[in-house]
């Protein structure tokens, strides 16, 4: 691989014809899918993190909010992911001397994100990060207690946020409260106490949405004074207007499992879920939509979205910018789901195939309508995480495992989802090893990388090298790129060269393939005059022209998981596009950084392809550990690809060309 100075020099003049624009550019999926689940953050044995709490931006910058212990206090604590970066260490926003729990987190279409949490000393208190910025000063929401639980918040536009909550009142009576602020730079407003008299509790935090305006809809579930039971109910609060009288969403008769969920179209349309038994038939999943304009609209009336002779419960949606919403709920240890378009029916229920539901999921919508699921299930008998995409205007696909656990005391909890305006994804859940316990994240990722310039000059000589590069970009995983020169042979890297042994007209194609194996292709056409007679082209020679040797065009790929310890192990390693009779020997450098002696091997019979993966398959490499491909074969210039290991970041990867007789390699 060339620097950008040695390529640029090589193609001289020539360069400036050679760019093709983003528009001339086909890009294909060619797969989709979870990359490696990561443990960004480990608590000290015995103490929870909490349930965490994930908001991506519409840039792809992810949050992940959760309880981080440090010595015996408990913090409210954020990871950040910048697009196509990794996650950072914990930042620590909560009193270092008070204990905090339940932080919540959401961030609006800005990029502006407002962090909630529950202060064990103080009652409720906030931060807010401006898009780009840095974290605020903490402000204090509610002074008095006891919270139940811990906050709920939504965001509209440029910084407007509500955060709700509910709190003891005395006489274990629970009130349902929020605050809300207008936009970013102002504080919060006065209390507001969405459910006077609420009853003698609340089962679980209330839900609150917030559109793009400022207007508030908030649902909970309260305890009524009749046998116990649990009724549905919600409030809405104009911006800028009076906040209006709670009103009952379930019947009077029968009782909810307490399980609801809200959420607000940029427009101000409002659609709410609950599940609820009401005495006649089993427990099932109720609808109902609000209508905007915001301030003068009504409640539709609840419709039933499940099965009713099927118990269903713990319903979860997604809303997405153009009103179209994808829900899923439990029901016969199975996970369903149901999606419509705008305010239209939803279509039949439908079982998501592959696993079987054991706890409550979590839906999240890009604004574009891709839709994501994540949900606890099982898998061999022990917890695993799993994951279901939605395009726009599609069902959801095949139920495929996310993260898996080994037998043992381990067990999974919690998911949260969230995407970009893309449609890429993240996953976070919290783990329970032996009760010690982290946050895990997974990356979903469906997008293929983009290749915004491909620079191959229009003319060239035979026999002499030819430089060319293409710059690639992937928001998720990153992008590897690899060139076919038309001619057989190819190359690994954003910028290389090439000797072409014969005069004509080549087609040159840039592939680029990130984590997930999505791939995108760019094509430009180089003319090859033939080589001056008698010129000492590369390879030197006389009479018929120069002398070219030709290249192994061999290339390799290696998949693998990023680790919380700083280590790296390693998924799957193939080498592809041989031709025969090429040697490979495989080699692992640094037996005490993880090495096996299984990683060190020659094989000389082969096909095109000739995987790896069961000779590294497992080996987790420690920072510096190396493993290096070397194809050689008689007469052609050699390849050596290595992957160094580098401390909480993608293996580093480097290629190298070693010609017939030579000593020393170079770059290729």
């Known amino acids: 691989m060339l620097g950008q100075v040695g390529w640029r020099r090589i193609l001289g003049a020539a360069w400036l014809l050679a ?27 015995g103490n929870a993190v909490g349930a965490p709490s994930l908001a991506v931006a519409r840039d792809g910058t992810a949050f992940v909010a959760f309880q981080h212990f440090v010595g015996a206090t408990s913090r409210a604590s954020v990871i950040i992911r910048g697009p196509g970066g990794a996650f950072g260490a914990p930042r620590d926003l909560s ?155 379930s019947p009077t008769t029968g009782n909810s499992d307490c399980n609801v969920d809200i959420h607000m179209t940029p427009g101000g349309n409002v659609t709410a879920m609950w599940d609820f038994n009401d005495t006649v038939n089993p427990t099932f999943v109720s609808y109902e939509d609000r209508s905007a304009p915001f301030a003068s609209g009504t409640w539709g009336g609840a419709a039933k979205l499940s099965v009713p002779s099927v118990t269903s419960f713990a319903p979860a949606f997604s809303l997405d910018e153009h009103g179209d919403t994808a829900a899923t709920w439990l029901a016969g240890g199975q996970l369903f789901s149901a999606v419509r378009r705008g305010s239209g029916g939803f279509t039949p229920a439908k079982a998501l195939s592959g696993a079987t539901g054991t706890s409550p999921g979590a839906v999240g919508a890009s604004p574009t309508g891709d839709a994501l699921a994540a949900f606890v299930g099982m898998s061999n008998g022990t917890d695993a995480i799993f994951g279901a995409h939605r395009g726009p205007t599609t069902d959801f696909g095949e139920v495929t495992p996310v993260a898996t656990t080994p037998p043992g005391a381990v067990s999974l909890d919690s998911p949260d989802v969230a995407l970009d305006d893309q449609g890429n994804g993240f996953a976070a859940w919290e783990r329970n090893a032996n009760n010690t316990y982290s946050v895990q994240v997974a990356g979903y990722d469906p997008v293929a990388p983009a290749i915004s310039v491909l620079a191959v000059p229009a003319a060239g000589t035979a026999g002499q090298p030819v430089g060319m590069a293409a710059t690639a970009t992937d928001r998720m995983s990153g992008a590897a790129v690899h060139f076919d020169f038309g001619d057989g042979g190819g190359a690994d890297g954003a910028g290389v060269t090439h000797v072409y042994g014969a005069a004509g007209a080549y087609t040159v194609t840039a592939t680029a393939t990130d984590g997930a194996g999505n791939r995108s292709s760019a094509a430009a056409v180089i003319q090859i005059a033939p080589a001056p007679a008698g010129g000492g082209g590369a390879g030197g020679g006389g009479g018929g022209g120069p002398k070219v040797t030709p290249s192994v065009a061999a290339v390799t790929s290696l998949t693998w998981d990023r680790l919380s310890s700083g280590s790296t192990r390693i998924k799957t390693l193939v080498l592809e596009r041989l031709a025969g009779p090429e040697k490979v020997r495989l080699a692992c450098l640094g037996r005490r950084l993880g090495c096996r002696k299984a990683a060190t091997r020659t094989i000389t019979r082969h096909g095109r392809k000739l995987s790896l993966t069961k000779y590294v398959k497992g080996m987790t490499l420690r920072p510096r550990a190396q493993i290096t491909l070397t194809v050689t074969r008689p007469g052609y210039i050699a390849r050596i690809f290595k992957y160094t290991m580098v401390n909480r970041r993608d293996p580093r990867k480097t290629t190298r060309c070693l010609a017939p007789g030579a000593k020393k390699s170079r770059t290729c």
Request: hydrophobic share 40%.
């Open 95 to 249: 009193d270092p001397n008070h204990d905090a729990f339940s932080p919540a987190i959401a961030v609006d279409r800005q990029g502006n994100a407002t962090l909630a949490w529950l202060d064990n000393t103080d009652g409720i208190r906030v931060n807010f990060r401006p898009a780009g910025g840095d974290w605020a000063a903490t402000s204090q929401l509610l002074a008095a207690g006891p919270i139940f639980n811990g906050p709920s918040v939504a965001v509209g536009d440029n910084g407007a946020a509500v955060v709700a909550w509910g709190r003891n009142t005395g006489g274990q009576v629970t009130q349902v409260e929020a605050k809300i602020r207008a936009g970013a730079g102002q504080s919060f407003g006065s209390l507001l106490t969405l459910s006077p008299n609420a009853g003698t509790g609340l089962c679980r935090p209330p839900k609150v949405a917030m559109d793009a305006a400022g207007d508030m809809a908030a649902i909970w579930t309260r305890r009524t004074s009749n046998a116990g039971d649990y009724h549905v109910e919600s409030a809405v609060k104009p911006a800028g207007g009076a906040l209006q009288p709670p009103e009952p969403r």
């Open 19 to 45: 760019v093709t624009a983003l528009g001339a550019i086909g890009a294909t999926v060619a797969s989709a899918g979870w990359l490696g689940a990561g443990e960004p953050v480990v608590n000290p044995a």
